[in-house]
């Protein structure tokens, strides 16, 4: 929610990309409910928006249990931007890092029940696609995954927007880690990798794999999403 959103705001949308109306609902509303998880949510978004948007009664209708982080610079990318939560999720609780421009047809409670059965350190909801602009990851046999790239080809294996931690320190660390590496793309930190740091120390990150991924990302996919036969699909509980 903290990104620049530059793609909307130059082609005429009057409202930030968190606020942009699909089908009558925010952008951020839609996707909320498309992830479908009871938990305490935190929102990252730019100060100027909770200030001019009335953001705090907004995402409060959305989770009333929701916490709220303002921030006022531009960061080095997403990575840098949660750790913004840091005092929030360094601790021994599960953690889900999701995007806010995507919609998914997925069962989140299969999901989360999987990785629990699994005794997953991380897992990663994923779609299949070979295009560029995504992350991809490497997976064995097993369904563990074995590499993470970002914006680089290295299967058929896209991800989805969706990150599981099984502890939220983990992220903390292994994000400081691939930081302090400097490792970057187009010179931002981003999510994916950090589960790199993971697998080097053995653990155990799975593939989810997601029945479908609609992107919510650009103008254009909007646009897509909007005439699209599928997106009223319900969400399986």
């Known amino acids: 929610m ?4 530059k793609a909307f705001h130059d082609a005429g949308y009057s409202f930030p990309k968190p606020l942009i109306d699909i089908d009558g609902k925010t952008m951020i509303q839609l996707v909320v409910e498309n992830i479908n998880i009871d938990g305490n ?3 990252i978004c730019k100060k100027e ?3 001019e948007y009335s953001m705090y009664e907004l995402l409060n209708l959305i989770s009333n249990k929701c916490k709220i982080i ?8 997403a990575a840098k931007t ?3 939560a840091k005092e929030m999720i360094n601790n021994d609780e599960e953690l889900i890092i ?3 421009d995507q919609w998914l047809d997925w069962n989140p409670n299969h999901f989360l029940s999987f990785l629990r059965s699994k005794n997953a350190d991380g897992g990663i909801v994923t779609f299949i696609s070979t295009h560029p602009r995504w992350s991809f990851v490497k997976v064995d046999n097993n369904g563990l995954i074995t590499k993470v790239a970002e914006k680089k080809p290295i299967s058929n294996i896209a991800t989805a927007g969706i990150y599981y931690f099984k502890h939220g320190k983990d992220f903390v660390w292994a994000a400081e880690q691939m930081i302090q ?5 187009n010179n931002e930190f981003y999510y994916a990798p950090s589960f790199n740091e993971m697998i080097e120390k053995g653990m155990k990150v799975y593939s989810y794999p997601a029945a479908e991924m609609k992107s919510l990302g650009t103008p ?3 646009s897509k999403f909007l005439n699209s036969s599928n997106k009223t699909i319900s969400t399986e509980s």
């Not at 590496?181 to 793309?185: G, P």
């Open 2 to 5: 903290a990104g620049a959103g």
């Open 220 to 222: 254009e996919d909007v």
């Open 82 to 84: 949660l750790l913004h």
């Open 41 to 43: 949510y935190i929102f």
């Open 70 to 77: 303002q921030i006022s610079e531009k960061t080095e990318g």
């Open 181 to 185: 590496k400097n490792i970057r793309f």
């Open 98 to 100: 999701a995007n806010s």
């Open 49 to 51: 928006h909770y200030e």
